[in-house]
């Protein structure tokens, strides 16, 4: 799969790590089947509405210090923003946070870029990406979750980039959810709400 054009957030801070996000658009759409599906995205903010968070990537693992051959995941909880914020000021609204009350479980070094995904309450047969590993104050330590890149804040802004470039992502407005983009260079790829294995209603 070959990446025509990477997009950086036009008001990135390398600093403080705000607006951590970009996008990559593909020269060719995804070929979708049971093993290769669009991961869903919400407007929904209210942490109480998820479950069962998992982040994956092939970054280091204390106390290895090396880079995984193989995919590695670790299940999270998400955190309150002001517990958040209170443990590390420099917390934006653009960002949240999710690890390990006792710590030890928490993404590191090399998974930066990687997903957060989770569950809604109600609906567990469809995976939602909530975060984007982006910082943290070293890894899985007691009372400083790992910090993630807040997917909600940008679906105007993916919604406008990916429409701009004639490559949309497909819509379900009455759900409250995207997936991915319908359309490359002038084909068509349809999401039917009507296929568990790739809508996300």
Not at 124 to 151: A, D, R
Request: hydrophobic share 35%.
């Amino acid at each position: 799969m070959k990446v025509d054009k990477l997009i950086v957030h036009p008001h990135f801070d390398s600093w403080h790590m705000d607006n951590d996000i970009g996008l990559l658009l593909l020269e060719s759409p995804f070929h979708l089947d049971v093993k290769r599906v669009p991961i869903c995205l919400s407007k929904v903010t209210d942490i109480r509405r998820w479950r069962n968070c998992w982040v994956s990537g092939w970054g280091i693992t204390i106390p290895m210090l090396r880079m995984y051959p193989v995919l590695q995941k670790v299940d999270i909880q998400l955190i309150k923003w002001k517990k958040c914020f209170h443990a590390m000021p420099s917390v934006t609204k653009n960002m949240l946070c999710a690890g390990s009350p006792q710590g030890g479980k928490d993404a590191c070094q090399g998974d930066s870029g990687g997903p957060l995904v989770c569950q809604k309450k109600g609906n567990e047969n469809i995976w939602y990406q909530l975060g984007i590993v982006s910082w943290g104050v070293g890894c899985g330590k007691k009372n400083l979750p790992g910090v993630y890149t807040k997917v909600s804040n940008y679906l105007s802004w993916i919604n406008m980039v990916t429409t701009a470039s004639g490559r949309p992502y497909a819509s379900e407005p009455d759900s409250g959810v995207i997936s991915l983009w319908s359309k490359v260079k002038g084909e068509e790829k349809v999401v039917r709400r009507d296929s568990h294995i790739i809508s996300c209603a």
